[in-house]
T-cell receptor, first 116, second 111 residues
């Protein structure tokens, strides 16, 4: 079946512009996660949605970052007033239930963001 | 101190070699442990979960030592296709599904 999809695959933007990154999770998965991976770095947790619960935003690096998940499915990560240090690969993952991390998280191919 | 720390790489080994990766985690209340594999410029994929009793999947063996807060991955008879970055991943209580990733250890298997 279809896996996690993300769009765009690549995004080049100028410093100060806003960007929106999209994630389509696997159908039926109630949990959705955003991570980012900077060059040569490990994955860094950003935000986590579980069903209708309030999202865990503890990993968002600044108030320029926000995310929504509409209808319990598609999610959009928005970065306002982008900075060069925002350049990274933004990865989305989904899992069936999400509780306590025992479910396998399936990752999308990522969006490579470059801020000039 | 990082929450999850791994051996710095890269590891360069010949085909057929046995290679071991080590990982330590700082939160003693962590409950779930995994090894993920990430190929160059690709997304991470689950390699195997790590259970308290240790577990094996073909050429791959994972061990967990809760007392030492230590996780290991052993790859026997390494293949060229094992070349990738191996990520040690931990999830803790009260963290829902949030995963904490180590920096990864790069493995390069040469002919």
């Amino acid at each position: 079946g279809a896996g996690v999809s993300q769009s765009p695959s690549n995004k080049v933007t100028e410093k100060g512009k806003d960007v929106e990154l999209r994630c389509d999770p696997i159908s039926g998965h109630t949990a959705l996660y955003w991570y980012r991976q900077s060059l040569g770095q490990g994955l860094e947790f950003l935000i986590y949605f579980q069903g209708n619960s309030a999202p865990d935003k503890s990993g968002l690096p600044s108030d320029r970052f926000s995310a929504e998940r509409t209808g319990g499915s598609v999610s959009t990560l928005t970065i306002q007033r982008t900075q060069q240090e925002d350049s990274a690969v933004y990865l989305c993952a989904s899992s069936l239930a999400g509780h306590f991390g025992t479910d396998t998280q399936y990752f999308g191919p990522g969006t490579r963001l470059t801020v000039l | 101190r990082k929450e999850v720390e791994q051996d710095p790489g890269p590891f360069n080994v010949p085909e057929g070699a046995t290679v071991a990766f080590n990982c330590t985690y700082s939160n003693s209340a962590s409950q779930s442990f995994f090894w993920y594999r990430q190929d160059c410029r690709k997304e991470p994929k689950l390699l195997m979960s790590v259970y308290s009793s240790g577990n094996e999947d073909g050429r791959f063996t994972a061990q967990l030592n809760r007392a030492s807060q230590y996780i290991s991955l052993l790859i026997r008879d390494s293949k060229l296709s094992d070349s990738a970055t191996y990520l040690c991943v931990v999830n803790g209580p009260n963290q829902g599904g949030k995963l904490i990733f180590g920096q990864g250890t790069e493995l390069s298997v040469k002919p």
